[in-house]
């Protein structure tokens, strides 16, 4: 017992002796001296140790910018990020076209989300591999979406199955209403990575901006099966879908938003125009009274209780009702119909 005690803290001065005899060593002092042990005990020793090296390596030699490129490395395989940025900045204020410093900048400014950052040392880099989806992103964070997507197109190109760069590609498309080459790039993306709950929502989403709701339910419900956790947003966009053919499940999903969110006028509005769409006029006029008693204000709903009145054969009732929301709410002019001529 006694002998692995005594071998345990022989093991545990070690780094420690190793550090010492370096710093007390007799060799002449220099930047190169510091450098070599810093590099030497990087892996062997602590981060602060290794750190103190390199520190001295640079105050015997300040202009160096490759020894301030490779400490900058060192700092960012530990996670200090910002003291790298401090280090690569004094390198590129000695050297503004160092290639390995522009980089290693670029790498920290994306982890930091320093989007401006990436775009503005990134640009200056010659082409290297994962640049165009670094810019692409940033490009995208920075909602300029028509300079993302050659980035973004070009990062796919050079390695396609870069899952992140499909999806961000994919978010381009939909912002430029390009969905067609949404659709695509999200279907690249799911092959890749089939098994993804929040890219499967991501891509009904997709499907429910383009109006097909059938398609949304089916990669809502699947992303679900997959471990999606529902949320309130979710369950809307679920029953919102629902509603455009299959108006009970949809409201039944709904309900439960409601409880939650009381009075919701966009959900009670979108509930009755299913149910006018089913011609269930009794169940719409119901609802859409309801949204109008919740909010006098909303005249699109005495609008529609007016169309309804018409579709019922009362169109003197319905005709009052619509020139009484037109009055108050002349935007509604665009609405009118023929049948209230007649």
């Known amino acids: 017992m006694m002998d692995n005690k005594r071998l345990y803290f022989i093991i545990a001065i070690i ?3 190793f550090y010492s005899s370096l710093m007390a060593s007799d ?5 190169s001296k510091y450098y070599q042990q810093a590099l030497f005990y990087k892996q062997k020793v602590n981060t602060l140790g290794v750190s103190k090296l390199f520190e001295k390596a640079i105050e015997y ?27 690569l900045h004094l390198a590129l204020m ?4 160092h290639e390995a410093a522009l980089l290693k900048i670029t790498q920290a400014s994306f982890m930091l989300h320093r989007w401006n950052d990436v775009i503005n040392y990134g640009s200056r880099i010659s082409a290297t591999i994962g640049m165009d989806y670094m810019l692409g992103k940033a490009y995208y964070e920075n909602e300029d979406y028509n300079l993302a997507k050659p980035k973004l197109n070009e990062a796919v190109r050079q390695d396609p199955k870069n ?4 999806t961000f590609l994919g978010k381009v498309y939909i912002e430029l209403d390009e969905y067609s080459n949404a659709i695509s790039a999200y279907k690249q993306a799911l092959d890749l990575n089939a098994d993804d709950p929040y890219m499967i929502y991501e891509y009904g989403l997709l499907y429910y901006a383009m109006n097909d709701e059938r398609q949304a339910v089916k990669y809502f419900e699947l992303a679900v099966n997959k471990g999606y956790v529902p949320d309130l947003d979710f369950t809307e966009n679920l029953g919102m879908a629902y509603l455009a053919y299959d108006v009970d499940k949809g409201v039944e999903i709904l309900s439960k938003v409601l409880v939650k969110k009381p009075g919701n006028k966009n959900i009670l509005m979108q509930e009755a125009y299913a149910w006018f769409k089913k011609k269930q006029y009794d169940t719409a006029i119901e609802v859409y009274e309801k949204t109008y008693k919740l909010d006098p204000t909303n005249y699109r709903a ?6 309804i009145h018409i579709k019922r054969g009362d169109k003197f009732k319905g005709n009052e009702l619509c020139e009484k929301a037109i009055k108050l709410d002349p935007t509604l002019q665009g609405m009118r119909r023929l049948s209230f001529l007649n």
Not at 27 to 31: H, I
Not at 63 to 79: I, K, P, S
Not at 302 to 307: D, P
């Open 15 to 17: 780094p420690g002796f």
């Open 27 to 31: 060799d002449k002092d220099s930047a």
């Open 61 to 87: 030699d300040s202009l160096n910018t490759d020894l301030r490129v490779e400490y900058a490395g060192f700092l960012l395989d530990n996670m200090k990020n910002y003291n790298a940025i401090e280090q």
């Open 94 to 97: 000695i050297d503004p076209t």
């Open 163 to 166: 899952v992140s760069a499909l």
């Open 302 to 307: 005495l609008y529609m209780l007016g169309i």
